[in-house]
């Protein structure tokens, strides 16, 4: 069974700075989906980036980029220039290409921004 | 453009009693699913449903209970609330395929059993 870890419960990044949020992964499968969700304090889930394992290549999205290395089956998430609405509970998210069709979620970072 | 809609977003229950959350979603995505969130355990599946009138047991399926009976509905029933069910309740959905790899949530339903 696949499994996602979150080592880090709470990180905090001075506002403008940068900050990585780790998350690591197990699974015996060759193909399938790696996702960070960010979950502000109204509870919505909200799509940050994703990546496809079959992609070398790391995903970006505007001040969100992710740092994929398949071999050690890590997928951190790079925030740069922090902003105070980057504030929000982070989830790191597996999801198999075939099969069951489910999402696997860590337990989640929380981070705080500083004025 | 309303995605996933939950109903209600917040209850309080006694022991014992029953009740039905809803998730609506507008997207005719094929794929549902419920889930529940609690402090250092992230999110956990219960049910979920690959099309209408299909549902498959998820991580933690006991004392809930699902139907889909329509493509746009997907209901998460508990028959006898215990206070281990307190919790917060997400509905998603996504489409079928490749492309449909991405999972919307609604905004979750707070569920307090006393």
């Known amino acids: 069974a696949q499994t996602v870890t979150q080592s880090q419960p709470e990180m905090s990044v001075q506002e403008a700075e940068t900050v990585t949020l780790s998350c690591t992964y197990d699974t015996s499968e060759s193909d399938y989906y790696l996702f960070w969700y960010k979950q502000p304090p109204s509870r919505q889930m909200i799509l940050v980036i994703r990546q496809e394992a079959y992609k070398q290549q790391n995903a970006t999205e505007n001040r969100f980029s992710v740092n994929f290395q398949k071999a050690a089956k890590s997928f951190s998430l790079k925030i740069s220039d922090s902003q105070l609405g980057d504030a929000a509970m982070y989830f790191c998210?597996?999801?198999?290409?075939?099969?069951?069709?489910?999402?696997?979620f860590g337990t989640g970072t929380r981070l705080k921004v500083l004025a | 453009n309303a995605g996933v809609t939950q109903t209600p977003k917040f209850r309080v229950l006694k022991t014992g009693q029953s009740m039905t959350l809803l998730c609506a979603q507008d997207m005719n995505h094929e794929y549902m699913y419920w889930y529940r969130q609690d402090p250092g355990m992230g999110l956990r599946l219960i049910h979920y449903s690959v099309g209408e009138g299909t549902t498959a047991k998820g991580e933690v399926p006991d004392g809930y209970n699902v139907s889909r009976l329509k493509k746009q509905n997907f209901l998460l029933g508990l028959e006898s609330a215990a206070p281990s069910q307190t919790s917060v309740y997400f509905c998603?959905?996504?489409?079928?395929?490749?492309?449909?790899?991405?999972?919307?949530f609604g905004e979750g339903s707070w569920l307090t059993v006393v």
């Open positions: 998603a959905s996504r489409r079928q395929g490749a492309f449909g790899n991405t999972i919307y």
């Open positions: 998210a597996y999801r198999t290409t075939s099969g069951t069709y489910k999402y696997i």
